[in-house]
């Protein structure tokens, strides 16, 4: 009797660990409400893309630096607290780091990038569709963690959002779990945003430009439900302000090449650049 009890058991663990494996690469996080592409209506040229899953938010600002107006992304990662009772009444809110990364060149041999914490990051979501950012820059600190002198004092930048593709491609969300980060695991460190509504995909490429520093491609392309594939124009934009800069400037863009992605149906896909294939699949990261 106890050798057959025993048995029992090994197979049921056996099972639950095969479910367990099979709930992780089917991704049993529904893409959640307030996941996205946010920005502010009226200074286009800047975005905030959200992804939640479970309790857990990863997000990249793709911005400009300083006053020089050239493209860059920070990253935040942290959780989201459900129903949190504020003068807004009953929000979700998400509070993370801020971190900024450095990186390989596009199209040179990989290394791993390094990351260095940037500032601090909380966003309000009053609704699925109205939210408000708020990010602290800290600065680059050197290795041990001071402060470089030639950097100026921490500034908090805040900003109202709203849902980006709801206002230019008003329509259902495509059904499909592609909406929201892709990366490949041999370039860990270069990431995909992608969100895709009412037949039009929308999707940021963050990655890192000849100095090492964060730099970051758009890409728009019709993509219906049934569609597994898209070839687009890769455009690269400079001359804008931060996120919630007092004085906006509007930001220009350049085409820099193309690219081609094909969705496969296991949640992995085929994206081809520059005589180059990326092996994408959907990121993991929530609990």
Known sequence: MSKIMNRFVLISIFFFIVSGLSLLLNNAYAFDGKSGWWYTPGKDGTGVSVEIQGNTAFVALFTYYDDTGLPFWMTGYGSIERNVQNRFGTSDVFTGTLNYWAGWPLGSSYYAPTSYRFGSIKIIF????????????????????????????????????????????????????????????????????????????????????????????????????????????????????????????????????????TINNNRTALLEWNGTQFHLQRFVFGN
């Not at 820059?137 to 908090?156: D, I, L, Q, R, Y």
């Not at 849902?163 to 695991?185: A, C, E, H, Q, T």
């Not at 430009?209 to 400079?238: E, F, I, K, R, Y």
């Open 126 to 261: 009053f609704s699925d569709d109205d939210a408000e950012i708020s990010y602290t820059v800290e600065g680059f600190k050197s290795a041990s963690g001071a402060k470089k002198k030639t950097e100026k004092e921490p500034v908090t930048f805040t900003a109202k959002l709203s849902k980006f593709m709801k206002d230019v491609s008003p329509g259902n969300l495509d059904p499909r779990d592609i909406n929201g980060w892709w990366y490949d695991p041999a370039y860990n460190g270069m990431g995909f945003f992608m969100e895709v509504r009412g037949g039009t995909a929308f999707l940021t490429w963050y990655h890192y430009g000849p100095d090492t520093l964060p730099l970051w491609w758009t890409c728009t392309a019709p993509l219906g439900p049934s569609d597994s594939h898209l070839s687009c124009d890769l455009l690269q934009w400079q001359g804008g302000s931060s996120i919630g800069a007092d004085q906006y400037r509007k930001p220009s863009a350049a085409t820099v090449g193309s690219m081609n992605l």
